[in-house]
């Protein structure tokens, strides 16, 4: 996955955070949750190899950010982090 993709995907989970429960506590099983989605949305397809990776690199890319408070705060530093940034 090269830098523009995981941008596009981390942009993606980060919408995908804030749009659905906002105020809920942030968990390791939501970020994987919306990884998945984002990255399957990207790819198109659920069943390819490449989706497996991609999903594996994304979640790699982001396990150093604390997935602490709630879905909206973590988005918010998902996007200053990675520069995901929507606006």
Do not use: C, F, K
Not at 21 to 27: A, K, Q, R, V
Not at 50 to 57: F, L, S
Not at 70 to 78: K, S, V
């Amino acid at each position: 996955m090269d830098a523009a993709t995981l941008a596009i995907v981390l942009r993606a989970t980060a919408d995908r955070l804030t749009a659905m429960n906002p105020d809920t506590t942030m968990s390791a099983n939501s970020l994987h949750s919306e990884v998945q989605l984002s990255v399957w949305d990207w790819h198109g397809i659920y069943n390819d190899a490449a989706v497996g990776r991609d999903i594996t690199n994304t979640l790699t890319a982001v396990v150093d950010l604390p997935l602490t408070g709630t879905r909206a705060a973590y988005a918010e530093r998902l996007r200053e982090q990675y520069g995901a940034v929507t606006r």
